[in-house]
C-alpha cells in the first residue's frame, strides 16, 4: 500500500520494535528486583535446550522466506516453496519427520489458521467499499483534519483513538486495511511521509488488540492462565504504554526509523532508549534500589520527554533523571548503614 520495497519497512520497523521489547523485558526484570523474585533453577532448561538442538534445521525455512520477501517474489510462490521446504528440512532428522498424516493435518490447520485472517479482512474490505462509496470515508478524513486544524499531535491523537476504535474486535491486518484506507490519507495530508504515516497505523492496529474494554488477546491470555479478564486487559495495557508512545516519536522524527543524518539518528536512539528504560523502571517499582511512589511518578513522566525528539525537553528530563539517581543512591547508603551486612 506504501509502495516501497519489503527490505525498507522492516529496517525501519527494527528500532521502534526493539525499543518496545526492551521496555517489556527492563519492566520485568525491575519488577522481579522490587519483589525479590529469584530464577527457578530447577528448571529442565538442559532439556529445552536438548530438543533445540535437535530441531535448529527447522529455522531453515523461515530465513528462506525472508530472503524470498527481500527479493520481490510474490506471496503466493513465497508460501508454497516455504511449505515446500519446510516438508524437505523436516525429513533431514528422525524427531521432525513429517508422515503424510501429520502433513495433511498440517495443511489444514493451515487453512483453518488463514480463514481466521481471510474472512475478517474480507468483511474489511466491505466495509471499507461501503464508506468510499457513500462518502463517508471523505467526511470521515475531513473531519480529523477539521478538528485538528494545523496541529499534528491532536491530529495523530484524533488517527489513534480511530484506529483503535476501528481495530476493536478485528483481526490486526483487517484492523490494519480499514484504517490505512480511512485515516492514514488525513496524516499524510498534514506532510507525514506514507511510511510513517502507515507504520503509525499499524501499531495502533496492532495495540487495539491489548486495549480495554475490546482487549481480545489479554481476554485470551486470561483465559488460558484462568486470570480475571477485567485485571488481565488493564495490565496489558499498562505493560503496553512505551508502545503507545514510540509511534509518536517516529512520526514526529523519523530518525527513529532510522531515516536521516547518522548523527541525528544516534541522538534520537540514546534519548528514546533512556526514556524507554525510565519508563520501565518506574512501572516496576526499581531503579538503584525501591522506588517510591513519590519517585515513581516523576520518573513515569519523564519517559516521554526522552523519547519524543525535542532538545528541550531531553534536557528537561536529564535534569529529572539526575535528581531522582542522586535521591536513591542517598536513599541507599542510608539503608546500608542502618542495616549493616552481616
Not at 516438508?87 to 487453512?111: D, H
Not at 457513500?134 to 495523530?156: F, K
Not at 525528539?309 to 543512591?329: E, H, K, M, R, S
Amino acid at each position: 500500500m506504501v509502495g516501497v520495497r519489503y527490505v525498507e519497512v522492516v529496517s525501519a520497523a527494527i528500532v521502534p520494535a526493539a525499543l518496545y521489547y526492551t521496555a517489556l523485558f527492563l519492566l520485568v526484570h525491575f519488577y522481579s528486583l522490587r519483589n525479590g523474585l529469584k530464577p527457578d533453577l530447577d528448571l529442565p532448561i538442559r532439556e529445552h535446550l536438548a530438543g533445540l538442538t535437535e530441531r535448529w534445521h527447522l529455522l531453515i525455512p523461515l530465513g528462506f522466506m525472508v530472503c524470498l520477501l527481500i527479493s520481490q517474489f510474490s506471496l503466493m510462490t513465497i508460501g508454497s516453496y516455504t511449505i515446500v521446504l519446510i516438508i524437505l528440512v523436516s525429513l533431514l532428522r528422525k524427531a521432525t519427520r513429517m508422515r503424510p498424516g501429520a502433513i495433511f493435518q498440517a495443511v489444514t490447520g493451515g487453512v483453518r489458521s488463514a480463514s481466521e485472517v481471510a474472512i475478517p479482512s474480507a468483511v474489511a474490505g466491505i466495509i471499507v467499499g461501503t464508506l468510499v462509496h457513500t462518502g463517508m470515508a471523505l467526511r470521515l478524513q475531513r473531519w480529523l483534519l477539521d478538528m485538528a486544524g494545523d496541529s499534528l499531535a491532536i491530529s495523530l491523537s484524533g488517527a489513534m483513538i480511530l484506529t483503535i476504535i476501528l481495530g476493536m474486535g478485528m483481526p490486526t491486518a483487517a484492523a490494519y486495511l480499514v484504517s490505512a484506507i480511512l485515516v492514514a490519507p488525513a496524516l499524510q495530508t498534514l506532510g507525514v511521509p506514507a511510511l510513517p504515516a502507515h507504520l503509525f497505523i499499524l501499531y495502533f492496529s496492532i495495540l487495539s488488540m491489548v486495549t480495554p474494554p475490546v482487549a481480545l488477546s489479554a481476554f485470551a491470555a486470561a483465559g488460558i492462565s484462568g486470570a480475571n479478564m477485567w485485571r488481565t486487559g488493564a495490565r496489558a495495557f499498562l505493560l503496553a504504554v512505551p508502545g503507545f508512545l514510540i509511534p509518536y516519536a517516529f512520526t514526529l522524527n523519523p530518525a527513529l526509523l532510522l531515516i536521516g543524518g547518522p548523527r541525528e539518528i544516534l541522538q534520537v536512539l540514546a534519548t528514546a532508549g533512556g526514556g524507554v528504560v525510565v519508563m520501565a523502571a518506574a512501572s516496576g517499582g526499581y531503579l538503584f534500589g525501591p522506588l517510591s511512589m513519590v519517585l515513581r511518578v516523576p520518573l513515569f513522566c519523564v519517559g516521554p520527554l526522552l523519547i519524543v525528539p525535542d532538545l528541550g525537553t531531553d534536557i528537561v528530563g536529564l535534569g529529572v533523571i539526575v535528581v531522582i539517581v542522586a535521591v536513591q543512591l542517598v536513599q541507599g547508603r542510608s539503608r546500608r548503614r542502618d542495616h549493616p551486612p552481616a
